[in-house]
């Protein structure tokens, strides 16, 4: 089972507000608050309408579908969509009052007819590649790419962006480059607006999680934050915000028995029991979205101790070594969170098995029932 704690996540988000009036009381910059991929697996409805509760008045998915899952939970709050947009279903920008990115000549194309057709003025956000060399437009070839965008009646810039591709190491030199190309790519956007009709200022916005952290030189108007509203720092970083995590996973233990020096378990019998151990059989595993890496890597909590995960994670299961800790059917175990004075949290599972966070957390399957609290 796992228990997403809105409570937690509304306190996220009104600490990194906080934070930002008081570190910038002039002009804080407002969040963006960032719930793509089902709000990074915590359930985008009731993390989107929880959010929007605290304060929150702009939110970010991938795509237009997120978006109009979004919609459907009653989201009012402006919703921008980061993603590139598929020819196929544009229409859903009106029909769910999104905001599009637009990040490539294309898009802006694809984008205006469907404003045309709709007979509505689409505001958007134009996105500048600064050396992530994925989504936007470069940031040294805009004089050749914007113009046609900036002049167009159907399309009303609202905001320019771009995205770090190293805020969270500290030792790359990229992540000032990129600040320095979208300076100048802010320069220039500014003089081709001027040149061709017009149109209010946009506001500008480029930081995620790590950059937030990082340095207020680039917070801008806006930033954007995913991660740590789910109360997880994105590593190596550490900060001093009371953050708190959002999502707990427990289950229960179904089994135990006992193994015999040289007797093994599970598939592929990859642990055997070098002396008599014992064995607490747990009904999660890989189709829950828990990895099979971690099988002979990670741990649980059983009886408020450290049990380690042995033999490979099964489909369904996953059994640990309880040996010596009494462990009975029924036990409560926690596969992320505190029992006891322990606790297991996201970071130090994603460490155990060399990914990052935010795989761990997307990942959480659809099959493990979600309790809001
Ligand atoms: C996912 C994403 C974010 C949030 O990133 P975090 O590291 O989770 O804070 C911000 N901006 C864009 C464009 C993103 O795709």
Known sequence: MARVDLDALKSNFRHIVEHLAREQPRRPPRPIAVV???AYGHGAAEVGRALEDAGADLLACADIEEGAVLRAAGVTAQILVFGALSVSDLDGLFDCALTPTISTPGAARAVETIA???????RYHLKIDTGMNRLG?????????LPELLASEGLELEA???????ADDPDSRLFNDQGLRFERALKDVDDIRKGARGGRRPYVHAANSAALLRDARV?????????LLYGVVPPPLASTLPLLPVMTLRSRVVAVKGVRPGEGVGYGVQFSAERPATIATIPAGYADGLDARLGGRGV???R????????????????ADVTGLDAAPGDEVVILGSQGG???DVREMAATIGTIPYEILCRIGTRIERVYS
């Open 36 to 38: 793509k991929a089902n």
């Open 116 to 122: 045309r057709k709709h007979k509505q003025r689409l």
């Open 137 to 145: 437009f470069r940031h040294d070839n805009l004089g050749r790419t």
């Open 160 to 166: 320019v962006y771009t995205h770090f591709a190293t």
């Open 219 to 227: 917070w801008y108007d806006r930033v954007r934050p995913g991660l």
């Open 300 to 302: 649980v909590l059983i």
């Open 304 to 319: 408020g101790r450290r049990a380690p995960i042995v033999g490979s994670v099964s489909m369904d299961m996953l059994a």
């Open 342 to 344: 322990d606790r297991i």
